[in-house]
């Protein structure tokens, strides 16, 4: 099992109840609790529409406008000016501006260009152009105001598109495999999966109250490319010697402040049972989670008490009624699983993964992008958890002609093994959380490490996650090199800066297991110091490498003395 790392823990035994339906009873413990039992949030798109998008955000309850907003898509995004030294000091409302970040849910990551261009007119016509691609396969916009919602709703819906549960204590979007129904190497197209989990359980009364989020994946491809290892439940494509090509059940991963690998139940779930298990799994949260405090309210501490014989065990007598095979573990990764550059469909046409910088577009460049995706004779694109775009459907006289118009636009299908490995969270910039900016930074990196490694042969991608809080939206504990946001001291002064992980990574090609990564005592670096410190790190990497055992940089990483990562 995949625990290397793990360092998240259940609670100690206590005279205080954690909170847990099934053996507490269901009387509120906080604050969270006690208005989600009045009004879990599904009901406050009807006050949207009909009262605050006519009053404005002055007309907003506090309870919706910090709790209830969030089950559809809203967030209030941080006011400008106010630096990170002041994050943990300030009342919400002293850090919101009264704008939102709003979250469009891409379930599997499937769009169409129809959909796409709709995205971009929206992101244009009220978000300033702004969109950035996310880890969990979303688009996000910016400068969203509550005026704005019942049009941008009616917009999204009529190509099939929402917002419903896209953040909140709820089952979050699904995340899918990228190249789900084209990919010639694929075991299963885990479409069917999806929607059904979706369609039945998206918007359900009884799950709209969970202890906190609940995030899933599922994936047929063999490149395992949904980071399932960090989610609360996961099912991985595996053949069953006996029974067939199905899923292996992960449950209880998760990052932020207390990372956690998720570990295998070592069951086998076949296809037309997958949305039974999901339901089962987040059954298992909403009635035993601990809901008491919210820093051990994830699935994750409950797996840390129970184990997973005693998860699985639960599982089949208390919500499923039968018991699941036992399954085989999927195989090490065949292949990248962020789909970056060429490849043959099945049908014999292509997809092209691309690379944007550190994840950030914008309103015109999706439209650009619809424009080109069309012209080249497609319709389909999917995003991806790795801040990636997947186009779909290209006839292969046409590949080279969009890479080439795909590059003018920013995003590219041969980027630098640099470009392809960072990603960056929203940061400062608009995250009331933030103590550093990111995307700025990480973009300048980039193009810095770029122009300095220009010409150096790196054997293996460096992924650079950079984070401008401690709570890992940008994954920094399973990154060669992850930066987590701080305030550092350097030569006496207090600066944006960052806390270095080194030698973290996700189950890949190039990795049997994934992996936390780890600490080095001290050593801290300066926000606009990115390019320097991974530079010097890459270099000893290259220089310090096992080259005839293929030494990958995580591996170099947890061997090396701690003065060569400095």
């Known amino acids: 099992m995949a625990t290397e790392g793990a360092r998240a823990r259940a609670p100690r035994p206590s005279s ?39 009053g404005g955000f002055a007309s907003i309850d506090p309870t919706d406008l910090h709790g209830r907003f969030r089950v559809w898509g809203l967030y209030t995004q941080r006011k400008p000016g106010i630096d990170g030294g002041r994050t943990a000091t300030l009342e919400p409302h002293e850090l919101e501006d009264e704008y939102f970040m709003l979250r469009v849910r891409i379930d599997g990551g499937q769009l169409t260009t129809e959909q796409l261009r709709v995205i971009a007119d929206i992101s244009n016509d009220f978000g300033r152009g702004t969109a950035d691609l996310t880890d969990r396969q979303n688009v996000q916009l910016h400068w969203i105001e509550v005026e704005s919602m019942p049009e941008i709703w009616r917009r999204l819906e009529a190509v099939g ?8 204590d709820v089952p979050r979007v699904v995340l899918g495999s990228p190249v789900a129904g084209i990919a010639a190497d694929e075991l299963i197209d885990p ?88 339901h089962g799994v987040a059954q298992i949260f909403r009635d035993y989670g601990y809901r008491r405090l919210r820093n051990k309210a994830r699935l994750k501490f409950l797996l840390a008490e129970w184990g997973p014989e005693k998860f699985r065990q639960v599982l089949q007598d208390e919500y499923l009624g039968y018991a699941l095979p036992d399954g085989p573990a999927a195989p090490k990764p065949s292949s990248k699983g962020d789909h970056v550059g060429v490849h043959r469909q099945k049908d014999g046409r292509f997809y092209i993964g691309v690379t944007p910088i550190v994840g950030r577009v914008s309103g015109p460049t999706l439209a650009k992008l619809a424009d080109l995706i069309e012209a080249h004779g497609s319709t389909r694109l999917r995003t991806t958890p790795h801040q990636k775009l997947v186009i779909l459907d290209i006839p292969e006289q046409n590949v080279e002609p969009l890479i080439a118009a795909l590059d003018v636009i920013g995003l590219s299908a041969r980027p630098s093994l640099i470009r392809r490995g960072t990603i960056a969270c929203t940061g ?24 300095r490694l220009e010409g150096i042969d790196l054997p293996q991608p460096i992924s650079l996650h950079v984070n401008g809080c401690p709570n890992s939206c940008a994954r920094i504990q399973t990154a060669d090199i992850g930066l987590k946001g701080q305030l550092v001291t350097i030569d006496g002064e207090q600066v944006p800066g960052y806390q270095v992980h080194l030698g973290g990574g996700l189950a890949t090609a190039d990795r049997e297991e994934a992996g936390l990564g780890r600490t080095v005592r001290g050593l801290k670096v300066p926000a606009d110091g990115i390019a320097d410190y991974a530079e010097r790190v890459v270099r000893r990497f290259l220089q310090d490498r096992d080259a005839a055992a293929d030494e990958t940089f995580a591996q170099w990483a947890h061997r090396a003395e701690e003065e060569q990562l400095q």
């Open 428 to 451: 400062i910039e608009f995250c009331k959380l933030a103590i550093v900016e990111t995307k700025a930074y990480a973009t300048d990196a980039v193009l810095q490490l770029e122009e």
């Open 161 to 168: 598109l929402g917002t419903t549960e896209a953040c909140g």
């Open 191 to 278: 479409t069917p999966q999806i929607d059904e989990i979706t369609s039945r359980f998206i918007g359900d009364e009884t799950l709209a109250n969970l202890p906190r989020k609940f995030k899933s994946a599922i994936t047929g491809h063999p490149s395992q490319d949904v980071v399932h290892e960090i989610n609360d439940v996961a099912f991985v494509a595996v053949q069953h010697p006996q029974l067939g090509i199905g899923y292996d059940l992960w449950v209880g991963g998760g990052l932020s402040t207390a990372p956690r690998l998720g570990e295998r139940l070592g069951v086998f779930v076949a296809p037309e049972r997958v949305a039974e298990a999901w």
């Open 16 to 54: 205080k109840p954690n909170g847990q339906w099934k053996l507490d009873g269901k009387a509120p413990l906080n604050g969270n609790e006690e208005w989600k039992q009045v009004d879990n949030g599904l009901a406050v798109r009807e006050r949207i529409e009909n009262i605050y998008s006519q």
